[in-house]
Each structure stands twice: as C-alpha cells, then as structure tokens.
C-alpha cells in the first residue's frame, strides 16, 4: 500500500528536478538567443539598410513555411517517448523514434523539394510582389541556402522533441546557445567583409542548423540503441504519427504560420520589404520575448503528460495555477517597459528608421499578453491530452485573425491596426475557451482519479500506466 505514494513522490521529484535543470539551462540558450539578435537586426540594418533587411526577414519567413508543408511528427513523438518511458517498453521506445524520424525526414525533404520548384520555376515577382524586382537574383540565392538550413533544423528538431520526451530538455538548451554564440561571432567578425544577404543568413541561420546537428550527433551517440534503422519501421505506427502529428503541428504552428509568416509575407505586396523589415523587429521581440516564458513551459508539457499517466492531477493543478500566474504578468511587465521606454530604447537598438509610436506598441503589447495567456494554456491541455479540441480553436481563431489582418492591409491600416486586430481576435476566443475547457478538464480528472475503480484519469488521458523501468536499466 505504500509502494504507491513512494512511486508518486519519486516520479513528481524527477519531474520537477528536470524542470528545474531544463530552466536553468535554458537561460543560458535565451542569452544567447537575446545576445544574437540584439546583436544581428541593428548590425544587418546599419549595413543593408530596412529595405534589404525586409528582403532577408521575407526570405526566412516565407521559407519557414516548411514547419507546416511537412506534418509536425516532433510533439506526437515527445508524448510516445513520455508514454514508452512511463510504462518501461523499449521495443515501443525503439519502435517510435525510429518510425517518427525516418518518416519526419522524409516528409520534410518533399516539402523541401516542392518549394525548391516554385523558387526556381515562378519570378520572384510573382513569388513576392514587384515591390521586390531589385532584389531577385540575390533572393534566388537565399532562398535556396535558407531550404537547405531549414532542411537541417527540421530533421534535427526531430531528434530534440524525442530529448523533450526524455526530459532532457536541457542538453538542446546547451547547444542552443552554442549555436548562439557561434552566430554572434560568425556575424560579428564576417559582416564587414560579406555584407549580403546570404552572409547573414549562413551566420545566423546556419550557425543555429550546425549546433542543432551537434546536438543530434550527441543524442543518437548517447543512445545508441535507438538509431532509426529501416527494420524498426513500424507501419502500424504510421497512421496515428501522423495523425497526433498533423494535430499537433496546427497547435504548435498554425498560430506561429499566420501571426508570423502569413502576415509579413502579406505586408510585402502590399506595402513592400521596408514594411516587412519593420513588422520582422517586432516579430524578434515577440519570439525573444515569449522564449523566455518558454524556459518553462517546453519541459513542462512532457512533465504533465507523464503526470496525467501516473494520476498525479495534485501536480498538474499546482503547476497550472504557477505557470497562468507568471505568463500574463511577464506579458504585462514586457508591455509597460515597451510603452513607456520603447520610443527611447528602439531607435537605440536598431537605428532611426524606426517608427513605431507608444500606441502602436501598446496594442503590440496587448497581443503579446494574449498570446501568453494563450501559449500557456495550450500546453496545458496539449498535456491532458485535449488536442482535438485545441486543433479546433486554433484553426477558427487563424482564420479570423488572418481574415482581419488581410481586411486591414487592404485597407490602408498600419501596424498599429494590425496588432490591435490580433489582440482583439485572441480576446475574443483562445483568452476565455481555454481557461474553460482546461477547468472542465481538470475537475473530470480529479474526480475520475478519487475514484479507485476508474483506470483512467480523464477521457484524454492514457490509462495510468505500470511503474516504470528502474532509472539504473535506461541509458
């Protein structure tokens, strides 16, 4: 009778140890994340100048559409790997990585394929806008060495949302920042003697592929048991890879797509690079900004899935009630700092050609609050399970918000409209369904966990699963 408690103990220590070092870690990648981009975008300006900046902020936007032309096996396989683990089942360990890479990798490098025909059979006129006909031959070029990096950064992603499932969330922290760094000092030292678009893509972007494929070297060396050799395909695994796959990619990817790449990539034919330079600072912001939440919020999605296996809905209450508190008052924080200090702060950073007034970065602000609120209520139900749900959430709210912002361009708005009309959306849906449907989820659970006879804690939650393998038999 006290095996069980003793189990639960243990397994909520090694979670929360692994949070603790995934976190600590993580600071370490956000710095140099920050280091490199506070360094790269007043750099890249001061020597391009906005217009040409725009270019490369278009080139890497549009060639990011890769994340959803492939489906996004990575989350699926961090869930199978938390499951595997939590029940002791090698060969389904073995049998799920080995089966999302290899189809992972083959997804994306047709993805790749079919983008690379429309660079090389459409004019860049017609793949961008005539705002862009200066720069067509040196966005050929980029284009195809941001495919090539993309390429690379996906099939190792791969590999780090398998670390994820492993908790081992602070090993792709360690050589995040390498890349990190090594992207500061590549551009540092190169950008007064190759000062291109393409230098910059290969000393920002590719530095990062690099320690990617670094960190993929480590892990498959570390565990060499789980090589993905062709003998252990599994085809039964197939259909709900890419199922859970597909699912999980509008979750993670359908906001980043439109919020992200679909508007900037609007914002360049109707208002030109210039345009799509400015909208790509605050996208930086944005991204910097919200990976800092993420330190946080990346190992603990794996951690409450292996919760929810075990029952233990005592853990995932009291980590929900931490991780919703501190999300909205960094997103206030952020915006209170951007209104009051932006109009000094930006020019400093990036030079005098930026514009953005204190209402336009408050409506930024608000949307950045949102998206918080959102993002940290996502993987709260991604961790109970509920994904089709959030599938469907995401994919009404993308829609609207791309609606609004397509409607606002068209119509002459500037930036300042176009952030209040996301935050409005985001308002409107995700800030209140989520907060609903994760209360509704949780209550189930903890009833279904007070009763003895349930094997189940939710109706999204796996079976409560065996006692695990000892930590002394897994590698």
């Known amino acids: 009778m006290e095996t069980e408690p003793r189990e639960s103990d243990a397994s909520s220590h090694s979670r929360n140890r692994a949070i603790r070092l995934a976190v600590l870690t993580s600071i370490l990648s956000k710095f140099g994340t920050l280091l490199l981009r506070l360094i790269s975008i007043p750099i890249a300006i001061r020597v391009l100048g906005m217009e040409e900046f725009g270019v490369y902020a278009t080139v890497t936007m549009v060639v990011g559409m890769i994340d959803m032309m492939h489906v996004g096996i990575g989350p699926a396989l961090t869930q199978g790997i938390a499951r595997a683990l939590a029940q002791g089942d090698r060969a389904r360990e073995q049998g799920v990585f080995a089966t999302a890479v290899l189809l992972s990798t083959g997804l994306t490098l047709a993805a790749a394929l079919v983008l690379t025909v429309l660079v090389i059979a459409l004019p860049v006129t017609t793949l961008f806008g005539e705002n ?24 190792c992603i791969v590999m780090e949302r398998a670390r994820d499932g492993y908790l081992e969330t602070r090993y792709n922290n360690a050589w995040g920042a390498a890349g990190n760094f090594l992207g500061a000092i590549s551009l540092f030292i190169g950008v007064k003697f190759f000062p291109t678009i393409e230098f910059l893509l290969l000393a920002i972007n590719g530095s990062v592929a690099a320690a990617k494929l670094a960190n ?23 259909k709900p890879l890419l199922f859970d796959g597909a699912r999980f990619s509008v979750t993670y990817l359908m906001s980043a797509l439109i919020e992200y790449n679909a508007i900037a990539y609007l914002i360049g034919r109707l208002s030109g690079p210039q345009s799509v330079g400015m909208y790509n600072i605050m996208v930086t912001v944005h991204f910097s900004a919200t990976g800092i939440v993420q330190m946080i919020t990346i190992p603990l999605w794996p951690a409450i899935v292996d919760a929810c296996s075990r029952g233990d809905i005592g853990w995932i209450r009291q980590s929900a009630r931490r991780i919703r508190l501190m999300g909205p008052a960094f997103g206030f924080a952020a915006t209170l700092g951007m209104v009051t200090l932006g109009q000094w702060a930006f020019p400093l950073w990036v030079g005098d050609e930026f514009t953005l007034g204190p209402a336009a970065l408050g409506a930024f602000g608000a949307y950045f609050t949102l998206h918080l609120w959102r993002h940290v209520n996502q993987v709260l ?18 829609l609207l918000v791309l609606t609004v912002a397509w409607v606002g361009l068209a119509n002459g708005v500037g930036l300042f409209g176009i952030y ?46 065996q006692p695990a393998a000892p930590a002394a038999a897994r590698p």
């Open 132 to 155: 862009f006909a200066p720069f067509a031959d040196s966005m050929r070029r980029a284009c195809g060495i941001a495919i090539v990096i993309v390429v690379v950064e996906l099939i």
């Open 216 to 238: 993929t070297t480590h892990f498959l060396l570390a565990r060499r048991y789980l090589w993905p050799r062709f003998d252990r395909f599994r085809r039964a695994l197939v």
């Open 381 to 398: 139900l991604l961790g109970l399970g509920d994904v089709d749900f959030a599938v469907r959430v995401v994919v009404a709210e993308s």
């Open 420 to 465: 209040l009309g996301i935050a409005t959306c985001l308002a409107a849906v995700t800030a209140w369904i989520y907060p609903m449907r994760f209360a509704r989820q949780i209550a189930a659970a903890d009833a279904a966990a007070s009763t003895p006879s349930s094997p189940t804690t939710t109706e999204h939650c796996p079976p409560r699963s």
